[in-house]
């Protein structure tokens, strides 16, 4: 089965094919069952308290993950783009039911696998098992940060982490912004107004240096 460039170039993403080539992965990937799933932008991938049935790899477009409080306060998860696997943790779990909504950003494309197809790739190679593992033991490590930083942090001091983070993922002082300042805001469960004073409070203290989307970080001891 010779597989589109398309999916095989986002399996090479994938974690759970970490260390392995492009014939490797298409190998592993010829006994299993799957089919390509479309969604438009802005349609329901799932709600949240929906059961995650089967095993989804994103191929293109981003899945936009949501937690909502009883007053219909929204905060932004995760984003999930090509190579990322949908909810892994909930896959096998006892409880699969999600507890995020998740949207498409854009037009997308999933692979999707039924859970005992799945099972058997996993199951097929000792390193798909280990990079699976390894998926779930980052996702325990994220989820620990993850909280730390909605519970604990300051808006001062999780504005100041994410563009750290964003430094050191773009491996410049000079950082692109790729999401809205709303969506930035969703991220962390704040509002908006509070986002821009914050931002507006590192620049007039020579922290940054604020461009539309593109913000350089002048001080990092200021950003305390």
């Known amino acids: 089965m010779n597989m589109e460039e398309k999916v095989l170039k986002a ?3 994938c974690p759970l094919f970490g260390g392995m080539g492009a014939l490797e992965i298409e190998m592993s990937m010829s006994g299993c069952n799957y089919r390509l799933v479309r969604f438009d932008h802005h349609d329901i991938y799932a709600l949240a308290g929906m059961p995650c049935k ?9 899945l936009v993950c949501r937690m909502s409080s009883l007053s219909g306060k929204q905060v932004e998860v ?3 783009q090509a ?3 949908v909810a892994p943790a909930f896959i096998f779990g006892n409880d699969s039911e999600l507890p995020v909504s998740v949207e498409t950003e854009e037009e997308t494309v999933v692979l999707r696998m039924q859970k005992p197809e799945f099972r058997t790739l996993i199951g097929s190679d000792e390193r798909i098992l280990t990079n699976f593992v390894r998926v779930l033991s980052n996702i325990d490590i994220f989820l620990t940060h993850r909280i730390k930083v909605l519970s604990l942090f300051t808006v001062r001091e999780k504005v100041a982490w994410m563009l750290l983070e964003q430094a050191g993922e773009q491996g410049t002082n000079t950082i692109h912004l790729t999401r809205s300042r709303q969506e ?3 991220s962390f469960g704040i509002q908006k107004f509070s986002l821009l004073r914050v931002l507006s409070d590192f620049q007039k203290e020579g922290a940054i240096r604020v461009a539309g989307r593109e913000i350089t970080i002048l001080d990092r001891s200021k950003m305390k």
């Open 83 to 85: 190579g990322e696997i």
């Open 78 to 80: 995760s984003r999930l």
């Open 11 to 13: 399996l090479a993403r």
């Open 54 to 62: 089967t095993a989804d790899i994103v191929v293109s477009g981003t």
């Open 184 to 186: 930035i805001a969703d």
